[in-house]
């Protein structure tokens, strides 16, 4: 496709439930990213995807996210027994090793 | 690790006036900078970079903005804004080195209000 495409683009689940929020980076783009936006705060790194390396997530808030990404392809970004600090908009983005990141429109994930 | 500071959280200005957001960051390591924009319900998208070279940099819609490493800002500037330019602008810093390389970390934001 032409940019990075995000699913779903919004979800509403109940605290305590399991989430998987989607991504679709941009074909041929090796690297992936992760970020979560917080009503009010900037970007948040969460996690990042290098080619086959082991993915670098430092940014992960705790164990109950994870995320897994299948080659050079899609992502996915698993949040289990969600709480409602979990609440914002996630944003994945991928790019080209060292250049520009090319964002996604984001998943909107109300926990109630 | 690296940070970045928006001074400001809102500008509001009118219509064809000129606007300065404000960004200060602060690196152990030397970093690229971009500005982002986005606007409702979109998502992000690259106002403007700076790698190397002339400090001064041009981006899309008019916008630039001047990288300082004594005073470590990148403040980006508009001589004259359109109610279109109404968005959040994000400022971001990227190491070229180091473990955290490619992460961007960015401020909190600061929402442009053009008004009639």
């Known amino acids: 496709g032409a940019g990075v495409s995000q699913s779903p683009s919004n979800k509403v689940t109940e605290k305590g439930k399991d989430v998987e929020l989607r991504c679709d980076p941009i074909?041929?783009?090796?690297?992936l990213y992760w970020y979560r936006q917080r009503l009010g705060q900037g970007l948040e790194f969460l996690i990042y995807?290098?080619?086959?390396?082991?993915?670098?997530k430092s940014g992960l808030p705790s164990d109950r996210f994870s995320a897994e990404r299948t080659g050079e392809s899609v992502s996915t970004l698993t949040i289990q027994r969600t709480q409602q600090e979990d609440s914002a908009v996630y944003l994945c983005?991928?790019?080209?090793?060292?250049?520009?990141?090319?964002f996604g429109p984001g998943t909107r994930l109300t926990v109630l | 690790a690296q940070s970045v500071t928006q001074l400001d959280s809102q500008v509001p200005v009118f219509e064809e006036a000129p606007v300065e957001l404000r960004c200060n960051y602060s690196?152990?390591?030397?970093?690229?900078l971009f500005w982002y924009v986005q606007y409702p319900n979109q998502g992000l998208q690259l106002l403007l970079k700076?790698?190397?070279?002339?400090?001064l940099v041009k981006g899309i819609n008019g916008f630039e903005a001047e990288f300082n490493k004594s005073q470590t800002s990148f403040h980006l500037r508009k001589p004259s804004v359109h109610i279109s330019d109404t968005a959040e602008y994000f400022c971001?810093?990227?190491?070229?080195?180091?473990?955290?390389?490619?992460?961007?970390?960015f401020g909190r934001g600061t929402q442009l209000t053009v008004w009639p």
């Open positions: 690196s152990s390591v030397s970093v690229y």
């Open positions: 971001a810093v990227s190491a070229f080195r180091g473990s955290t390389l490619g992460r961007l970390y």
């Open positions: 700076y790698l190397s070279g002339s400090t």
């Open positions: 983005a991928s790019s080209l090793v060292g250049d520009e990141q090319f």
């Open positions: 074909s041929g783009h090796t690297a």
């Open positions: 995807f290098q080619g086959n390396s082991a993915p670098d």
